[in-house]
């Protein structure tokens, strides 16, 4: 599977940081592009940087060349985390100014998989109608909203709830997190 990881300059870079940790290079073409405030923001974030595995290919946000960005050769899946609400707004509405944002039109007009990573909160109604837009188009709105019935015992382990729901979303097998337990009979 051919996956393209989307940062912006939303609070979260360690969701980001966590998925590429876990998306499994030797059955997955990963390919990272961040957005101008991204690289800001995970320096502010992440102690040491975004720590990209060698076998991710990062991409210029600038650059217009990259394969995926063209209907032609899709990627299979594009994970936009975390997501602002500008970025969601900017594709709602078809703004594609940089890679990040045609790659995200490519998946919509192509009809393949778009994750928006959402970490804003509170919602207005704009961003609410923005939301509803991309999931009439086909896209999939995953807040980072972990959970805590398996107790996580460190920021990590928490923030992995939130991965696997998405590596769930995009049919790759795990076990990243635990899952809920089945009801005793």
Wanted: with cysteine; glycine share 6%; proline share 5%.
């Amino acid at each position: 599977m051919r996956v393209v990881v989307g940062i912006t300059g939303a609070s979260g870079a360690i969701y980001a940081q966590r998925l590429l940790h876990h998306l499994d290079k030797t059955n997955h073409e990963v390919h990272l592009v961040m957005s101008q405030y991204a690289t800001q923001v995970v320096g502010e974030e992440l102690e040491c940087g975004l720590q990209i595995p060698e076998s991710v290919q990062l991409h210029s946000v600038k650059s217009m060349n990259i394969p995926f960005a063209s209907g032609s050769n899709p990627a299979d899946a594009m994970v936009i985390v975390p997501c602002t609400m500008g970025t969601l707004g900017r594709i709602a509405h078809g703004y594609s100014q940089d890679v990040l944002l045609r790659t995200a039109d490519v998946m919509l007009k192509e009809k393949k998989q778009l994750i928006l990573v959402l970490r804003e909160t509170p919602y207005n109604l704009v961003h609410i109608r923005n939301m509803e837009l991309l999931t009439l188009a086909g896209a999939t709105m995953m807040p980072a909203s972990p959970h805590f019935y398996h107790r996580p015992s460190s920021i990590e382990e928490l923030v992995d709830t939130v991965v696997a729901r998405i590596l769930d979303h995009m049919n790759i097998d795990h076990s990243v997190s635990k899952r809920w337990k089945d009801e005793p009979e």
